[in-house]
């Protein structure tokens, strides 16, 4: 199945879904989020960071929407060694019995990483697990999809295009242990073609006052078959103020 048809299905089941529930009272709900962190090192060495991520989210009856923006940059002594962006959309509908199915669409920038730009299209179903736990929340998620990649070879950019279709897979984890603090956790691996990868994600919130937030979080993002001369497994830990609205 193309991907295409895979995002007419998908969309086909949410339309008709909607037009069935005309007793159920529909509201919009939007939310959001802006974090920013960074750090500067002057002296014996002149180090920079910079990290910007902006979250909308947006609830109409059984759909729930969110648009990211994950934004980095690093300078060593005033020469640019880190530049990526990363946006991702993701449409989810809840289906009877838990279940629910979902529609992913990313594109990222990481020319240090090799990556000149990268569109990803994901379309599959997930699971609500301990739905009864208010404070706690588990998904599971099977899907297909394909990620087109426009890549950049010793500084130039190649003219084609690599198609990676595969398998996705992910486990997705919430747990808020107090009214200030909440734990998330995922984990997510892309299978099935010649640039697979294993992302782990985890991060700490904790409420400082008002709309106030501080945000603590790891990312290990795992090659299986990295390029020469490199590490399979990149990981980083960042700090980020925080406002909700």
């Known amino acids: 199945m193309t991907v295409r048809m895979m995002v007419f299905v998908f969309s086909l089941i949410g339309l008709v879904s909607v037009a069935s529930a005309d007793e159920v009272k529909l509201e919009n709900n939007f939310s959001g989020l802006i974090e920013f962190g960074g750090d500067q090192t002057v002296g014996n060495t002149d ?27 690093k300078k060593e002594a005033g020469a640019l060694t880190e530049d990526k962006y990363n946006i991702i959309l993701k ?30 299209y994901i379309g599959g179903f997930g699971y609500h697990a301990f739905t009864d ?15 087109v990649t426009k890549k950049l070879v010793n500084g130039f950019v190649r003219s084609k295009l690599d198609y990676d279709p595969g398998t996705h897979l992910a486990l997705i984890t919430q747990y808020n242990f ?68």
Do not use: C, M
């Open 178 to 245: 107090t009214d200030e603090d909440t734990l998330k956790a995922s984990v997510t691996a892309e299978l099935g073609n010649d640039d697979d990868f294993i992302e782990k994600k985890a991060s700490w919130t904790h409420k400082l006052f008002g709309a106030l937030h501080l945000d603590v979080s790891y990312e290990a993002l795992t090659l299986t078959k990295p390029g020469v001369n490199k590490v399979a497994t990149d990981a980083t830990t960042t700090f980020k103020l925080g406002y909700s609205f």
């Open 133 to 147: 736990k208010p404070e706690y929340s588990v998904d599971f998620e099977l899907g297909y999809g394909q990620r």
């Open 47 to 73: 180090n920079s960071s910079l990290g910007l991520k902006v979250e909308l989210g947006h609830h109409y009856g059984q759909w729930s929407n969110k648009l990211t923006w994950d934004s980095s940059q």
């Open 91 to 120: 449409s989810i509908y809840n289906l009877p019995k838990h279940f629910y199915t979902f529609i992913h669409l990313g594109y990222r920038v990481d020319d240090f990483s090799g990556v000149y730009w990268e569109k990803t």
